[in-house]
């Protein structure tokens, strides 16, 4: 059965939890974005976290039909809700949108947040946003004593494309964890220089071995 949206609307007003969620997942097989957009934005406030995380997940693709509303429904979410998991949704979906205007908002939650999981998505959405601002953020990510925010930050700013990350994410080439080892590679395709080549090199022949294959296949 194709989804409709009266259908969608009413199992969102549902008492049982099972239909609410349900309705959501549904709202993403609507081909009429504009009724998608209204009825997720109904969604992003229920009771139940999941049903929020949900939708709040679908404004990446959604978002695009009001980006002002976006950022609004977004910062609400990204300050207000009570659920981690719901917080880094709003967070991965601010970068997918692209939304800058949004920096302060993820650069205040990141120093106030005790959640790892709120740091690590906003610190992986930095990259993503590309706003030159987040390099300060990004600098002080990588002294995170979580392993999973530190290679986040290395991944972020090889996409923030400055150079002056290389020579920060030249002592992570010697890094015990090969995953950062691994990410320090991409990273320095991304940033380009003869230092960032010479890291390259250095790394093609890491113990390794997909450390070292990533690294050749940018050399070559």
């Known amino acids: 059965m194709s989804a409709n949206s009266e259908s969608i609307k009413q199992m969102l007003a549902s ?10 997942n549904q709202i993403r097989e609507l081909e009429d974005r504009k009724i998608a957009f209204e009825l997720v934005q109904t969604a992003m406030n229920d009771r139940n976290a999941r049903v929020r995380y949900s939708a709040v997940s679908q404004i990446d693709t959604l978002g695009t039909e009001d980006l002002q509303l976006s950022l609004e429904l977004l910062r609400d979410r990204l300050h207000n809700d009570p659920e981690p998991d719901v917080q880094a949704a709003a967070a991965d979906c601010l970068g997918a949108l ?3 205007e949004a920096f302060e ?7 106030n947040t ?3 999981l ?3 998505s ?4 930095l ?3 590309g706003d030159p601002r987040s390099f300060d953020l990004l600098t002080e990510a990588l002294n995170s004593d979580n392993d999973l925010v530190q290679t986040a930050a290395i991944s972020s700013l090889g996409e923030l494309g400055e150079s002056r990350a290389v020579e920060l994410l030249v002592p992570y ?11 320090v590679v991409q990273a320095m395709n991304n940033l380009g220089g003869d230092r960032a080549r010479a890291t390259l090199e250095t790394l093609a022949k890491d113990e390794v071995e997909a450390v070292a294959t990533e690294a050749q296949s940018y050399l070559s």
């Open 114 to 116: 005790p959640e790892w």
């Open 122 to 125: 906003i610190v992986a959405t």
């Open 118 to 120: 709120v740091k690590f």
């Open 127 to 129: 990259g993503e946003l």
């Open 98 to 100: 692209k939304l800058t």
């Open 173 to 183: 080439a010697t890094n015990p964890d090969w995953q950062i080892r691994y990410r």
């Open 105 to 111: 908002d993820l650069q205040q939650l990141y120093h």
């Open 15 to 24: 008492e049982d939890l099972g239909e609410r969620l349900r309705a959501v």
